[in-house]
């Protein structure tokens, strides 16, 4: 098998609809490849959905939701394929994207995996990839100074410039809603941290990929749209609660006690920012008392962790 796509899906029935018949239509004839579809207990009909109308999708049903992280291992061990994709529901491939990035990828001994270049769907560069993070990044997350910082190597971004050639560049790590990496690779580093329930997964995955000696490269002739969060942005407050669950444990694996205590630091400034600033906009009317609850619950659970 030349390629296995491995695709997550949580109550994306409509993009994931459109993901797959993208895949399908942008695979080069006499490509050997197979779609394998991970379903974490969706509630909309996803399930129904790839039976009648994709037959030949691999499909995974699940009882409950363990995060990405384990379903994506199920759809790994599952597949056969010499390169393997994880892909979310909510992109659109588009024309030779993956033989672009599967080329890359399988020509290059020291490469060990590679990711896109993302638009959104309006055509606008989404950044792709990025540097680890940093802890001016921690603190930009906060307090954006100004939107210059945002988009530039102070918080992690590689130069927009770099997206607009057809030479692959390095990378950190690619964001995780389209990342292609080479089995030999991922049986030599193991699969993604099942610890990990959502987010940073792919992060933790770069650095053993980088720390085995494989380089990763961003593959800027190879466009993918990506509609962003459109799972985690069902379950509000808990995935932000959830976004530093998973950085704290990135830092524990991968970095020293002195970052994690300055990090540590940094996001309790930020938190009470964010909490000053709800508490003002509901004692002006901008902020209702339910959504206000609910984001002081999760910024408590995020300094409890």
Same mark, same amino acid.
Request: with cysteine; net charge positive.
């Given at each position: 098998?030349?390629?296995?796509?491995?695709? +997550?899906?949580?109550?994306?029935? $409509?993009?994931? &609809?459109?993901? *797959?018949? /993208?895949?399908?239509?942008?695979? @080069?004839? #006499?490509?050997?490849?197979?779609?394998?579809?991970?379903?974490?207990?969706?509630?909309?009909?996803?399930?129904?959905?790839?039976?009648?109308?994709?037959?030949?999708?691999?499909?995974?049903?699940?009882?409950?939701?363990?995060?990405?992280?384990?379903?994506?291992?199920?759809?790994?061990?599952?597949?056969?394929?010499?390169?393997?994709?994880?892909?979310?529901?909510?992109?659109? +491939?588009?024309?030779?994207?993956? $033989?672009?990035? &599967?080329?890359? *990828?399988? /020509?290059?001994?020291?490469?060990? @995996?590679? #990711?896109?270049?993302?638009?959104?769907?309006?055509?606008?560069?989404?950044?792709?990839?990025?540097?680890?993070?940093?802890?001016?990044?921690?603190?930009?997350?906060?307090?954006?100074?100004?939107?210059?910082?945002?988009?530039?190597?102070?918080?992690?971004?590689?130069?927009?410039?770099?997206?607009?050639?057809?030479?692959?560049?390095?990378?950190?790590?690619?964001?995780?809603?389209?990342?292609?990496?080479?089995?030999?690779?991922?049986?030599?580093?193991?699969?993604?941290?099942?610890?990990?329930?959502?987010?940073?997964?792919?992060?933790?995955?770069?650095?053993?990929?980088?720390?085995?000696?494989?380089?990763?490269?961003?593959?800027?002739?190879?466009?993918?749209?990506?509609?962003?969060?459109?799972?985690?942005?069902?379950?509000?407050?808990?995935?932000?609660?959830?976004?530093?669950?998973?950085?704290?444990?990135?830092?524990?694996?991968?970095?020293?006690?002195?970052?994690?205590?300055?990090?540590?630091?940094?996001?309790?400034?930020?938190?009470?920012?964010?909490?000053?600033?709800?508490?003002?906009?509901?004692?002006?009317?901008?902020?209702?008392?339910?959504?206000?609850?609910?984001?002081?619950?999760?910024?408590?659970?995020?300094?409890?962790?």
């Amino acid at each position: 098998m030349d390629l296995s796509v491995v695709t +997550v899906s949580y109550n994306t029935r $409509e993009l994931l &609809r459109a993901c *797959l018949a /993208s895949v399908l239509s942008s695979l @080069a004839p #006499g490509l050997k490849h197979e779609l394998i579809v991970v379903d974490n207990a969706s509630s909309d009909g996803s399930v129904s959905m790839v039976r009648d109308e994709f037959p030949r999708v691999q499909l995974i049903a699940k009882e409950d939701n363990r995060g990405f992280a384990a379903a994506s291992n199920q759809g790994i061990r599952l597949s056969s394929g010499r390169c393997v994709l994880l892909l979310n529901p909510d992109t659109i +491939v588009k024309s030779t994207a993956l $033989e672009r990035m &599967r080329t890359v *990828l399988e /020509s290059r001994d020291d490469v060990g @995996a590679v #990711g896109p270049k993302l638009v959104y769907p309006n055509g606008e560069l989404q950044h792709s990839a990025f540097t680890f993070p940093t802890l001016a990044m921690v603190f930009l997350d906060f307090f954006p100074l100004h939107h210059r910082l945002l988009d530039s190597p102070i918080n992690g971004r590689y130069p927009r410039g770099l997206y607009e050639g057809h030479e692959p560049f390095p990378v950190d790590h690619p964001l995780g809603a389209a990342l292609m990496a080479k089995r030999q690779v991922i049986e030599h580093v193991g699969l993604l941290d099942e610890r990990f329930f959502m987010y940073c997964e792919e992060i933790d995955w770069c650095m053993r990929i980088k720390n085995s000696g494989r380089r990763i490269l961003c593959v800027p002739h190879a466009e993918i749209v990506h509609h962003v969060a459109q799972s985690t942005s069902q379950l509000g407050p808990q995935m932000f609660v959830e976004l530093h669950r998973s950085r704290y444990r990135l830092y524990e694996k991968h970095y020293s006690v002195r970052f994690q205590r300055a990090a540590r630091w940094i996001v309790s400034l930020g938190l009470a920012y964010l909490e000053l600033g709800d508490r003002w906009r509901a004692k002006r009317g901008a902020l209702d008392r339910s959504t206000l609850a609910s984001r002081l619950k999760s910024y408590q659970e995020i300094r409890e962790l």
